[in-house]
C-alpha cells in the first residue's frame, strides 16, 4: 500500500518536477545533490523521490536550454561538482509554469471545496 | 547532439552520477551507518542507475540512434552466425545489382551526362524539314541556306555548320587519310570551346583561298610531337597548303564520331574552284547546330526558323520547295535519339532480373526466417512490440542487400568492361562509361529499396507469430501456417513469370537477330576484300582518274588468288549515300518536283564482281566509257516505282549527276539489276540508278576485290600495286565485306547477347527458387510424408506428388508470364525484324523450356522425399 502512494505522488512530480527544479535553482546555482535535498527539505520529506531521477530531468532542461551546467569547485569542498545555473530563458519559463500551476492549483481547488469559494 | 561527443558526454556523466552517490554515501555515514550499509543504503535513495542512464539518454535524444545500432550489431551477429545463408542472399542480390549497375551506368554515360560544353542545355540540332515525304524526315542544309539562317535568325546566339570528309596528307614519308570536318569559322565559338594554342578560326577563313587547319590534340602530339611553334605554320594536305589556327584541348570532341576527327578545316576549302559547294542550293550536306539565346525555348527556335525556311522555299523553289520548315532539337537528345530504345530495353529488362533477385532472396529469408519463429516468439513473449520486430528483420535484409550492392559494384565493374568490348561503336560518348558518383548513389537506392523490398514480406510474415503457440509447440514443427506458404509460393510463381517474361523476350530477339544473319543482302560478301584509294580531288583530270582506275584494276586482277577486281561507289553497308534528283524523258515535271533516289557508280565488272544478279539487259561494259553514249543501270525497286507496266530497257533518264565532261547528259537505260541491301540488313531495299564511272568521275569508288581464299592475304599486294602507280595515294578503309556485315548487325548483336544473359540469370534463380522452395517443403513435411509412406503410400507416389506440386507452381507461373509478355513484348517490336512480338513458336519454345528445367529442379527434392526411411522419420520426429 505504501509502495503505491509513493507511486503515486512520484506521477504527480514527474509533471512538475521541472518546475521545481527551476524554482530551486532561483536561490543560485547548484549540483543535483542540493537540489534533491532542497525539494525533499522544503517539502518535509513528503516528496521523497529517489534522487537518481532528477539527472533525467536535469539533462532534459539543459537540453532545453533553460539551464547551463558546469563543473566547478564547491567553495566549501576541494573537489568539483556540477553546477546547474538558470538561464534567462529557464526563468521566463519559471514563470509561465507557475501560473500555469496556479491556475490548475485553483481549478481544482474550485472543485473540491465549493463551499470555500462561495463564502 | 554530435555522435563523437557520446563517449565524452557519458563520461561526464557517469562522473556526475558517482559524485551525488558519494556525497549520499557520506551523509548517511555522518548519521552513523556503518561504512558498508551507508554504500547500499545511498544506492538505495539514489535509484537505479542504469534506468538513469537511459533516461538521461533519451533526455539527449541518442535512445533510437542507440536501439539502431544495438539492431544492427544484433543483425551482424544473427548474419554471421548462419553465414551460408548470408553468402547466397548477398552473393544473389550482387548479380542483380551488378547487372542493373552496369545497364545504369550505361544510361548515365550516354544518355544522361550533360555534353561537356558550357551550357550544353543550351546546344540544338538544327535541320530542315522535307515535306515531300510523309512522316518527320529530316533533311541536312546546304551552305546558302545554312548561311541565311545564320544572318536572318532572332533567337539564337550563333548557328555553326561541320561536315564530314577525308584528306590526304603525307606523314612521316608516308602517304595517310585523315578523318577531317569542313567547320564554319564559329564552329568552336558556338560549343564555347577555345583552342588551348593559337586561335580561333576568323570569318574570312570561310572565304576562298584563306584555308586554315585546326589541330586536334592527338594529332599534334603523334605528329608534330607537341610542338609549341606550330602555330602560324602552314601544311599541306590534298595539294593545298593550310595555315595552323590553333590546337585543341585533349578532351575536345565534336562530332562525337567513332574514329574522332583528326583535324578541323575552314570553309575555304568548300569556297574554292568553279561552282563550289558554298554556292549549291541543292547540296544539302551539312552538319547544323546553335546555341540558343538565353531563354529561349526550342519550340521557340524552331519558329523562328521556319519562317526563314519558308521564304526561301518561296524565293528558290528549284532547290527549297519541300524545306518549307525547320526541326530543332536539343544536341543532347538528337545524338542519344537512336540509342533510346535499345537502353530503355535493356533497362527495363535488367530491373525484371533485379525484381527476381529480390523475389528469390524473400522466398529464401522467409524459409531461412521460419526457423526462427521461436525466437521470435520469445521476444514478443518478454516484450518486443510487433514494430520492434519488423524494424530488427528489416535491417538484417537491409544489411544484406548493402553487402549486396557492394559486391553487386565489384561486379559491375567487370561487367561494364565487358560490355564496352562488346558494344556496337556507333553508340556515341560510350567509351567514357564506368562508375562514378551517380552511379553509386544509384547502387545505393537500389540496395535500399531492394533490402526492404525483399526483407518487407518476410518482417510482415514473421513478425505475426503468436507466442504462445509458437512456444509451445516448439520451433521445430513449426511450418509457418498456411499463409506463410501461400506466400512462398507466390514468390516463386513470380519468379517463374519474370524469368517466362524474359526468356520469351530473349527467344524474340534471338530469333529476329537469326532473321537478320539470314538476310540476303543481293550480294555474295564472301571472300570479298574492299578497300578506299586516296586521289586528292583535283589532282587527275577526268580521263586521267578513270585511266589510273582502269590499270589499278589490271593490275589487281593479275594478282594470284584474285578471282575478280572492280570499283564502284556506293558500297553496301559503308553508310556512305547520295540521293539525287532525276527526270524520265517523256514525264515532264517542275525541277522542285523532280524525284530523288539513291545514285551510284561502277567501272565495269563490279556486279559481277559483287555478284549483284542480272534481271533485264546488260551489265556495264568498256562500251560505256568516254567515248560512249550516256548509259545507266537500275535496280528492280527503280523498275518496280517507275516503270511498272512498262519495258525499262531503252527509256532515257537525266540524272543530276555529272563530272566536268558528263554534266546532265540524258542516259539511256541498258541494264536491270537486282536489289541489294545498301543501308543495312534490316533496312528495305530502295530503288536505286548506277552510272558507269568513265561517265561520271564523282567521286572515289571502293575497290572490291573477290578472292579464291582469304581475302585479308592479298591486302598488302593490292597496296604496293597501288603504289607501283602512284606514290603519293593512301590506300584507306580497308575491310573486308563480312567485317561490313558483322558491324551492321552489331547492335542487334549486342542487345540479344544482354538480354539472353539476364534471360539465363532468370531462368537459373527461378529455377533454384523452386528447389529451394520444395527442399524446404519435404523438410517441413517429413513427418506427413513418412507417415504416407507407413500406410502404404508408394515412393513413386510421393515422387509424383512432390513434381507434381513444382510443375503446378511453374505452370501457373508459365501462364501469368505469357500474359504479361503478351502485354510486353510490344514495346519490343521496334526492333524485332520479321519476328512478332507474340511469335507462337518462341512462346511455346520458352514455355517448354522452363517446364522442363522446373521438372528438373523439382525432381532433386522429390527424390530425397522418395527415399526416406519411413522407420526413421516416424521415430526422430
Redesign the interface.
Known sequence: MAKQAQQQRTALLQGTLDMLILRTLLYGPS???QI?KHIQRTTNDFLQM????L???L??LE?RGWVVSKWETAPDRN????YYRLTEKGRKQLLVEESEWKQMAEAVARVLWPAAEES | MKWWQIRKRDADLDRELQSDLELEEGEQRERGVPAEEARYAARRAFGNTTLIREQVHEAWGWARFERFWQDIRYALRRLRRSAGFSITAVLILAIGIGATTAIFSLVNTVLLRPLPFPQSDRLVWINQQDHSLPGVVPEALSYPDYFDWRAQNHTLEGIASYSDGSATMELKGVPQRLDVRTVSSNFFDVLGAAPMLGRDFRWEEEKAGNRAVMLSYSFWQQQFGSSGDIVGRSIAMDGHSYTVAGVMPRQFMFPLDNPEPALWISIADDADGKEPPTVQRGFDGLGVFGRLRPGVTVAQAQADLSVIAGNLARQYPDNNKQYSSALVEPELAHITGDTRPALRMLSGAVSLVLLLVCANVGGLLLAHGSRRHGEFALRTAIGASRADIVRQLLIESLLVSLCGGAVGVALAFGLIRAMLRLVPQEIPRMGGAGIDGNVLLFVLVVSVAAGLLFGAFPAWRLSRSAPVGALREGARSIAGGKAQHRLQNGLVIAQTAIGMVLLIGSGLLMRSFIRILNVDPGFDSKHLLTSRIGIPPGKLKHDQHYLFYQQLLARVSALPGVEAASAGWPLPMSASHASISFNIQGRPVAKGDEPAEAAGVAMPGYFEAMRIPLIAGRFFGEQDGLAGPPTIIVNQAFVKKYFPSENPIGQHIQARIGDDVFEHPVREVVGVVGDIKGRGLTADTEPQYFLPYAQAVVTNPYLVVRTNGDPAAIQSAIASAVHELDKSVPVYQVSTMEDYLSKSAAQPRFQTFLVTCFAAIALVLAAIGLYGLLSYMVVQRTLEIGLRMALGAQRTDVLRMIVWRGLTLALIGAASGIALSVMLTRLLSGMLFHVKPTDPLTFAATAALLLLVSVAASSVPAYRAARLDPMTTLREQ
Open positions: 549540483h543535483g545533490h534533491g529517489q534522487h537518481g531521477s539527472y533525467p530531468a539533462h532534459r537540453q573537489r568539483e561538482f556540477k
